[in-house]
């Protein structure tokens, strides 16, 4: 039985110029997570990921800690009742 969800989240903290969204879709794609990726101009970063619940909480652990280059400071999850479908992961810009 397939557990998939999708969440809404935004990170803030040092996570723009610094590889940041690179390194969220690369763990996206290893733990076959679909959505997308996205700075916004408050210096924030938002996200929408789906997948298996499991794969999500270890995405999400990687997201905290960031690519050695970044730092979340601040970090918020909203479960999305109603998601769009995605087949892959994107950068959008």
Known sequence: MSNKKTFYITVSGKVQGVG?????????????????VKNLPDRT?????????SNIEVFIDFLK????????DKFHKTEI????SYHSFQ???
């Open 20 to 36: 940041f969204r690179y390194f969220i879709r690369e763990k996206a794609l290893e733990y076959s997570l679909t959505g997308w």
């Open 45 to 53: 970063v938002e996200i929408e990921v789906k997948g298996e619940t």
């Open 65 to 72: 800690i960031g690519n050695g280059y970044s730092r979340v």
């Open 81 to 84: 009742t109603n998601p769009r």
């Open 91 to 93: 950068i959008k810009y």
